[in-house]
């Protein structure tokens, strides 16, 4: 895309155009007449995990259209401590999202971050700490195992490897639930984005389902469900509700990206590679020299500089 067709579309939404939609692997699964039926309005909370991407943004807007005021959770990845995976904007990003919808926004994180957990040497998984109508809680941190870490996550389904997601993200929402006496003996609805079309392993997902902090016993009295609206929709409307709404996406889109994810995220392409050695040279280069440092490459079998070099950085308006 052209810098100043780019510039252009920073106004109130112009069409998107191919380059930003998404570059993952498209999987055509999708079956609408199977999605379950929703009492919508028997909650008494709805929360949205919101990172500041467009499908957790649909998600939003979806719920406002039917008359629903959801609360933001965004889970911080670097633990308010120095940005070291995610985008510096995106906590920014996702507060002026919220309050220009007049929506609460809590956040939430680990001790320490993603960085924290990836440096971690004989010491136990830091707590979780998060924001709440009355102040800030925390949990865990406690009793867990001693351990090393010291290896960039894996690119696997499966959270034991991958375990970015958990620690920083899943772990961090049900502890935060869990641990609040405002969800005891209500029924909270748990909304998060994934979509179908995004892979062959989020088509799997559920779109209805208990939430992993669902605990209707006698001493928690916690009814939690977790539900996926746009799990069946396609990337062309979920950009179609941000334009109806006028939502100006996050700026990673802007710069070429079709997720916004961690800025180091380890499902990055090569050109996203590229591009963040690009225009992040000194947090590139931290990333490579910690897979010297820890024998252990973030891609199997390719270095981060050699994954780089195989790339082309997107077109990106400096501005």
């Not at 401590?81 to 996702?94: H, K, L, Q, S, V």
């Not at 507060?95 to 971690?120: N, T």
């Not at 799990?231 to 996406?249: L, N």
């Amino acid at each position: 895309m052209d810098i100043a067709l780019r510039k252009e579309q920073f106004g109130l939404f112009a069409d998107l155009p191919i380059s930003m939609k998404s570059q993952e692997r498209k999987v055509d699964v999708i079956d609408i007449d199977k999605e379950p039926v929703i009492d919508l309005h028997s909650y008494d909370i709805y929360i949205v995990a919101f990172s500041g991407g467009k499908d957790g943004a649909a998600c939003v807007l979806h719920l406002l259209e039917q008359g629903i005021k959801p609360e933001l959770w965004h889970h911080d990845i670097d633990g308010r401590a120095e940005t070291f995976f995610d985008w510096p904007i995106t906590p920014g990003y996702c507060d002026a999202f919220a309050a220009a919808l007049g929506l609460d926004i809590y956040h939430s994180w680990r001790v320490g971050g993603l960085a924290g957990e990836l440096l971690k040497e004989n010491d136990r998984t830091k707590p979780v700490r998060f924001e709440t109508p009355d102040g800030v809680g925390q949990a865990g941190g406690l009793r867990g195992a001693i351990a090393t870490r010291r290896r960039f996550p894996a690119l696997a389904a499966d959270l034991r490897t991958r375990w970015c997601s958990s620690i920083a993200k899943i772990d961090v929402m049900a502890a935060a639930i869990a641990n609040q006496d405002r969800f005891k003996g209500k029924r909270t609805l748990v909304i998060t984005g994934e979509r179908a079309q995004e892979s062959s392993s989020r088509a799997r997902y559920a779109t209805f389902e208990p939430h992993r902090s669902h605990a209707p016993g006698k001493i928690a009295q916690r009814h939690v469900d977790h539900w996926r609206p746009v799990h069946s929709w396609t990337e062309d409307q979920v950009w179609e509700i941000m334009k109806r709404h006028s939502i100006e996406p996050h700026p990673c889109y802007h710069l070429g990206w079709g997720r916004a994810s961690c800025q180091t995220c380890i499902f990055g392409s090569k050109d996203q590679w590229a591009s963040i050695r690009a225009i992040s040279p000194e947090r590139f280069e931290t990333f490579a020299q910690l897979e010297i440092e820890f024998g252990h490459t973030l891609r199997n079998g390719t270095t981060l500089r050699e994954l780089a070099d195989a790339g082309t950085p997107y077109e990106m308006d400096p501005e």
